[in-house]
Structure formats: C-alpha cells, structure tokens
C-alpha cells in the first residue's frame, strides 16, 4: 500500500507541479497579450500625431506665405503708427500734432504722453493736450487730426473761452482754450 499511496502522492504532486507550470504559463502569455495590446494602442497614437503632424507640416508653407501677406498689409497699413518702441510711436504722434496744430494756426500750450498698457495686441499711444484756438482754427485742427493717416481718436474734449487774448495781433474771432486727449494706435514694426 505504501507503493501505491507513494504513486498515487507522486501522481497528484505531478498534476499540481502540472497546474502550477500552466497557470504560470497561462500569466506569462497573458502579459505578453497585455504588453502587446499597450504597445499597439501606444503604436496607433503615436501613428495618429504622426499623421497630424504631417497634415500641418503641408500646411505650413500656406501658412507662411499667408502670414508674410498679413505682415505687408499690416505694414503698409496707414492706419496705424509703425514703431518698434511706444516711445518712438509717441513721438511720431506728437511730431504729427505739433504739425497739425501749426497748420490750423492753434498755439499749443501743452502737451503729455499718458502710459497705457497693450490691449488686444495693440499699443494705444495717448497724447493729453492743450491749446488755444479760435472757432475756425479749431474746427481745421479737429478736421486734421480726424483724417490724417494714422487714424486717431478724438477723447474728453472741453471747450471754454479764453481768458486771456488768442494772440496779441487782435484777432477779430474769440479764442478758445481746448483739452483734449488724442489717441492713435501703433503696431511693432518689422525689423527684416
């Protein structure tokens, strides 16, 4: 008996020695399936950008030439100050005025860049301003500066008679002191 309990012993620990070898077989397979299974969605992700990415790389010299397009438009846009500072812009804008005022025979009293921040891309560049000016100067001035080319903006505009004479050469019309704030815009200019 002890002959066929021992085969018998021998008989069951083969067929769990058997089990245990094909359960580690089954999880070692299972994890090859897994590993494969990642690396396939990994490999159609990585197809999926790389698709993408050719589709805007053939799109890029489009892109380029209508970019390079824009920037010349934008360049020889008349309606805005070209700078590559807001400095620079500013003093463009208070050349332009000091001009426009002259021309329109207005007497600038004073005048002030006020700092504003860029919004929506575009730099405002203020200029607070006071003059003097009789009725028809100053309806040539504001006619001026509403139609000369870098398009600007007319803001808190106070009108009042003068104190004091216009000009010491009688001037026949009343003179008026004016304040106002000029707003242009400017973009950056091109440095190529």
């Known amino acids: 008996m002890d002959r066929k309990q021992t085969s018998l012993a021998h008989r069951i620990a083969s067929v769990l020695i058997l089990l245990v070898l094909i359960c580690l077989f089954g999880l070692v397979i299972a994890s090859l399936l897994s590993q ?7 490999y159609e992700s990585l197809q999926f950008q790389l698709d993408k990415y050719t589709a805007l790389i053939a799109r890029l010299p489009r892109l380029n030439r209508e970019h390079q397009h824009l920037l010349t438009v934008q360049k020889n ?22 001009r426009t005022l002259a021309q329109s025979a207005a007497q600038l009293i004073s005048m002030q860049v006020i700092k504003t921040r860029p919004d929506n891309g575009f730099q405002a560049i203020t200029l607070k ?8 100067s100053l309806l040539k001035c504001l006619y001026q500066l509403k139609n000369s080319q870098a398009a600007g903006f007319i803001y808190k505009l106070h009108i009042q008679q003068a104190f004091r004479p216009y000009n010491k050469q009688t001037s ?14 400017m973009v950056i200019a091109d440095e190529s």
């Open 77 to 98: 846009d008349k309606r805005y100050l070209v700078a590559n500072k807001a400095s620079l812009a500013a003093a463009q804008l208070q050349k332009k005025v000091q």
């Open 36 to 42: 494969q299974s990642e690396r396939q969605q990994r």
């Open 172 to 185: 026949k019309e009343n003179a008026l002191d004016i304040s106002m704030e000029y707003t242009a815009f």
């Open 129 to 136: 301003l006071q003059f003097q000016a009789t009725h028809t």
